[in-house]
Each structure stands twice: as structure tokens, then as C-alpha cells.
């Protein structure tokens, strides 16, 4: 999937050198090469301090690219130890402390029930039983001191694995949510259309089949001699029937088992039906006509009544039984609505349910859309939420 194929390009970009990296990588260089230069602590005379010098900087130059090998670096790390215990050579504080960083990568990047997690653990405790053997131990404490050490740095890195991996899981469970959530609105949509359009069909057929009825009254009206038009309204006619009878065929397809299609659609000539409606189920609203009302296109009207409606069904779901008011602005060039509540005032009420298929601010959105209109909807600043919409008319 997409969002697997970014975490784990985001992963390999994480294994290049950091500035971290950089400053862990010059503190360990720094580190060696003083304790080699001024003798540190205990240290007897290199007998070749320029390759003990040089061995520093290699082992900073390994921290720093630790990271993106983890197992490699440490295994080279080791093995050039090893040469050093075996030819008698006397290891410094500087080595140690190395290895621990190793270690610590190791269990931060590679499981430790692996193989890969099995051998950096015995690097590390063959590591320190090489130093063990190289410098005399007086006592069993200065083992448990290493022991400790070892381990801190493997819980440290333990912890920064098991972190890491709940990153990445929420990660994923974050892109998996938006996914579906996108996924959810797409499908919203879509529904929300549907029930448009079979909304719609009735007002298109309606419009369509008044026509094809006044073509058949106008040809009837033709004098005998008038051939010519009365073949070309009898072709309007039976044009006209034709696509009648296709958008019934159309919304079969759309239509759902539970729509009627012999229910009228409404219009705002029908608001009063519907303030009374939320009255009884606890809303108190306010109708406010702002200029002379004038008739509207039949689809515009229908989209009005229902961006209304489901304001208002928003208002009753979310916020119960308080104060609404409606305000409709017949302009020259625009029909305006707006829909604003006071917010909670006490217990919400069952209220009115929600229409069936409905999806809120998603069909509004989609209604005024469909006459290129906006929506504007938010919460108001002294409490409650506002529903404001603006339809474009048509001029006629």
C-alpha cells in the first residue's frame, strides 16, 4: 500500500547520519584521541600512537554510520578489538565505551531474538571478557561494573526499539484512519447525490411532460394547411414522451425500496409545515422573510427547503431545545438562507430523527454545488452555530 511504501522510505532516510549522529561520532573521536595522546588513565606507551591515533578516529568514523549497518559496524569493530587482545595490546576506557554504543544501535535496530540481536549480545560479552583478559581484574565487582554498563545500554536501546515500533504503529493506524475516512466521504457523497437525482427526476419529468402537453395543444390548434408544423410538433411530442419515459427508466435505478415516488417534493411554500414540525419536537424558531418573495426554479426551491431542513435536524441532534431563526433573502441575483441556533441550552431531546441516507453538512454542501452556490457554516462567537448558503438565481 501507499502509506507502507512512505513509512518505510521515511525509515531508510532516518538511517543516515543525523546531526546527533555527527556530535556522538566527534565526542567519541575527541574522546580516543586525547585519552591516547596524553596517556588517560593507566595507559603505558603505545609503542606505534600514531595507528592507536588513527584507530580513534576509524572507531568515530563507525560510530557516526553505526545506524544504517548496525551489526556490520559493530562486527568490524570487533574484530579489530579482537587483533588488539590478542597481541597483548593494552585496551583503553575509549573501547569500551565504543562498544557499549554498538551495542546500544544493535538493540535499537535489530530484534533481539533474531540471530543478528544473539550475536550482538555475544560480541558484546565476548568484548568485555577480552578486556577482562587483557587487563588484569582484581576483583568481581569490576565485571558486574561491565555487566551493568551492558546492560543499561541494551535496555536503552530496547526501549528506544519498543518506542519506535508504537510510533510506527500509530503511524499506520493514522494513515489507515484517514484512508477510511476519506473513504467514508467519498461513499457520503456519492449517496448524497443519488438522492438528488431522484429528487430531481420528479421536477424534470413534471417540466418535460407540461411541455409535450402544451406541444399537443398547439398542434391541435393548426389550421388543416399547416403540414409543416404540425409534423414538427408532432415530433416534439413524441420526443418529449420518449424522454419522460427514459427518466422513469433512469431513477428505477436510483429509486430505493423505501421512496415514494408519487410524495410531492417540497419547496419553501411548505416552511410552515416544517417550523411546526421542530416546534413540537423542542425548537423554538424564528422566520425572517427579508425582501419580496418571488418564485424560484423548481430544483432550487427543493435544494432551499432542504438545506433548511437538515440545519435544523442538525440543530435539534446537537444541540436540543433552544432557539433558532431562519432568515431568507430574496436578492436580485441571489437567494440567501440563513439558519443560526444559541447552542445548548439543557438536556437535548429525542428530537427529529435524521432522514434516512442523510449525511449533514455533506448534502448541503452538495445541494448548494449543484446551482455552483456556497456553504458556510462554523460555530458563532457569543455560543451556538450558523448555516449560511447562497444560491445563485437564474435570470428569467
Known amino acids: 500500500m501507499k502509506w507502507r511504501h512512505l513509512l518505510s ?8 547520519p543525523r546531526p546527533l549522529d555527527w556530535l556522538i561520532a566527534m565526542v567519541v573521536g575527541t574522546f580516543a584521541v586525547t585519552e591516547e595522546l596524553t596517556g588517560g588513565s593507566d595507559l603505558p606507551e603505545r609503542p606505534i600512537l600514531a595507528l ?19 551489526l556490520t559496524t559493530m562486527t568490524i569493530y570487533w574484530c579489530a578489538s579482537l587483533v588488539i587482545f590478542l597481541y597483548d595490546g593494552y585496551p583503553a576506557a575509549w573501547q569500551w565505551y565504543v ?11 535489530v530484534p533481539l531474538r533474531s540471530p543478528r540481536g544473539v550475536l550482538g549480545v555475544a560480541l558484546t560479552a565476548l568484548f568485555l571478557h577480552g578486556m577482562a583478559i587483557s587487563v588484569p581484574v582484581t576483583s568481581n565487582a569490576e565485571y558486574a561494573i561491565g555487566i551493568v ?18 510510533a510506527n504503529a500509530a503511524d499506520e493506524r493514522s494513515e489507515l484512519l484517514a484512508a477510511r475516512s476519506e ?6 457523497v456519492a449517496e448524497e447525490r443519488t438522492r438528488l437525482a431522484r429528487e430531481l427526476h420528479d421536477i424534470v419529468a413534471h417540466s418535460v411532460s407540461v411541455m409535450v402537453m402544451q406541444a399537443g395543444g398547439v398542434r391541435l390548434m ?15 411530442e413524441e420526443t418529449g414522451r420518449g424522454a419522460v419515459e427514459e427518466l422513469r427508466r433512469m431513477l428505477g435505478l436510483l429509486r430505493g425500496p423505501e421512496v ?41 426551491d427543493l435544494s432551499a427547503y432542504r438545506i433548511i431542513q437538515e440545519a435544523l435536524t442538525n440543530t435539534l441532534k446537537h444541540a436540543g431545545s433552544t432557539d433558532a431563526t431562519i432568515k431568507i433573502s430574496y ?22 430523527p435524521a432522514r434516512p441516507g442523510g449525511h449533514g453538512l455533506i448534502g448541503m454542501r452538495e445541494r448548494a454545488a449543484l446551482f455552483k452556490g456556497t456553504l458556510t457554516t462554523g460555530p458563532r462567537p457569543g455560543g451556538g452555530y450558523t448555516v449560511q448558503a447562497a444560491l445563485p438565481l437564474t435570470p428569467r
Open 260 to 300: 415514494d415516488g408519487l410524495t410531492p417534493q417540497p419547496g419553501l411554500a411548505r416552511l410552515d409545515d416544517l417550523v411546526e414540525q421542530v416546534r413540537g419536537a423542542g425548537l423554538t424558531v424564528k422566520v425572517d422573510i427579508e425582501g419580496d418573495p418571488a418564485p424560484l426554479p423548481a430544483g432550487l
Open 222 to 236: 393548426l389550421r388543416p394547411d399547416q403540414v409543416k408544423e404540425r409534423e414538427t410538433l408532432a415530433v416534439i
Open 183 to 188: 473513504l467514508l466521504a467519498r461513499e457520503a
Open 9 to 16: 522510505s521515511a525509515a531508510s532516510r532516518n538511517r543516515f
Open 99 to 109: 562498544q557499549l554504543i554498538f551495542f546500544f544501535t544493535v538493540c535499537a535496530e
Open 52 to 70: 592507536w591515533v588513527a584507530g580513534g578516529v576509524a572507531a568515530a568514523v563507525l560510530v557516526l554510520v553505526r545506524r544504517r549497518w548496525p
Open 149 to 166: 554498563m551492558a546492560a543499561i545500554a541494551g535496555g536503552a536501546g530496547l526501549a528506544v526499539r519498543r518506542y519506535q515500533q508504537f
Open 331 to 352: 436578492r436580485p441575483t441571489e437567494l440567501r438562507l440563513t439558519i443560526t441556533d444559541a447552542g445548548p441550552r439543557g438536556p437535548a431531546p429525542l428530537g427529529l
